[in-house]
């Protein structure tokens, strides 16, 4: 009786702080809502199978913990449109989030890769729909269609999973170590899982542990990443203006404790633009893809923010106002169109967060 009791008590609270939060609130072709209250309380069960000598046992215990993100890019499989086929602009990023414990192991990881595609013809015209949602790899699931040429009959998502699960129990020195051909693993205990090349994790991973922020884990805790793409600032080629496919990507990762309040956050995106001419040519790709947070002082926003902020400037202070918060909490804040409204960070947060905030929903959704 009384857990029947527990339970109608926590979901009036919850459902308290959703009819204060302003829902449906829209960024570009991204609706934001506040993560579902299950995803809060739930508490997933953990991976149980045999440890390897190599890894240790300890996982999810109460203690320091550290979260990071690592992002690899790359636009190098765009191409010109030839004769009656389209061009393509083709952005490709790899993603790892991990959570370290004091020890420097890994205790939760996600991965996943944002490959972003826009369409352009002969006459530089853009031939995507540039309202259709983006989705990652992961959250395709078998729609993306790796199962029927894995050679293993197993879909990205699920060898992403196989992947993580791995990964859990071991340092980042270690996963980095891994066994490799070709540029695939070669682990004894992964070559039936996991038939992707490797590489971008692995350099992804060794970002991820460099760029880590700490908390404090009370009890278990949990992981999320939350990716948003959007594609709509993208236009035609034209006389005297070239043609652009730009893909904005935003990128959340949440370390939430066991009552789902954040611990841990980092907030980063990346923003590439691949030029075509009315002939549907491409103009040259650019050769550094940086996020906006690696990117500091050059990204430029200091000069135009009336509070002199860099753009990692404002996330850092962002992410820390985070911590302490439920993502219900944080998805439901105040703004004035899009931007920060609360006294508490007028004046260190000035950008647009509604893309930042539906990347953290979808965080919190994908948290385990």
């Not at 956050?265 to 050769?287: H, M």
């Amino acid at each position: 009786m009384k857990h029947v009791m527990f339970f109608f008590l926590l979901m009036a609270v919850v459902l308290g702080v959703l009819s204060g939060c302003r829902d449906n609130r829209r960024s570009g072709n991204v609706v934001l809502t506040t993560p579902r209250a299950e995803t809060m309380i739930e508490n997933r069960a953990e991976v149980t199978a045999e440890a390897p000598a190599d890894v240790v046992a300890v996982i999810g215990t109460a203690g320091q913990i550290r979260t990071g993100l690592g992002v690899v890019s790359s636009v190098s499989a765009s191409r010109s449109a030839t004769g009656n086929n389209d061009g393509l602009a083709q952005v490709d990023s790899t993603l790892v989030a991990i959570t370290l414990d004091e020890n420097g192991v890994i205790t939760r990881a996600s991965f996943d890769a944002a490959q972003t595609r826009v369409g352009f013809n002969a006459q530089g015209q853009i031939t995507t729909d540039l309202a259709a949602p983006v989705r990652t790899k992961v959250e395709l699931g078998n729609a993306y269609g790796m199962h029927r040429v894995s050679g293993i009959g197993r879909e990205y998502h699920e060898q992403a999973a196989a992947l993580e699960t791995w990964a859990i129990g071991r340092t980042p020195a270690r996963f980095l170590s891994m066994a490799l051909n070709g540029g695939r693993p070669a682990e004894a205990d992964l070559t039936a899982s996991v038939t992707v090349n490797v590489s971008g994790f692995l350099t992804a991973m060794e970002l991820a542990a460099d760029n880590t922020r700490g908390g404090y884990a009370y009890g278990n805790h949990r992981t999320g990443l939350g990716v948003v793409t959007e594609v709509d600032a993208s236009r035609n080629a034209a006389a005297n203006q070239a043609g652009r496919a730009r893909v904005t990507s935003y990128y959340a990762v949440l370390t939430l404790n066991e009552r789902g309040v954040i611990i841990a956050a980092w907030i980063d995106s990346t923003q590439f633009d691949v030029e075509f001419d009315a002939t549907g040519t491409l103009l040259p790709l650019p050769t550094a893809l940086p996020t906006r947070y690696e990117m500091g002082d050059a990204y430029g926003l200091r000069r135009a923010s009336h509070i002199g902020r860099e753009w990692n400037e404002q996330m850092r202070e962002f992410t820390r106002w985070m911590v302490g918060k439920t993502p219900t909490e944080v998805v439901g804040m105040s703004l004035n169109e899009g931007h920060p409204a609360g006294a508490d960070l007028t004046a260190s947060v000035t950008i647009n967060v509604l893309p930042v905030l539906a990347a953290v929903s979808r965080a919190a959704e994908n948290a385990r």
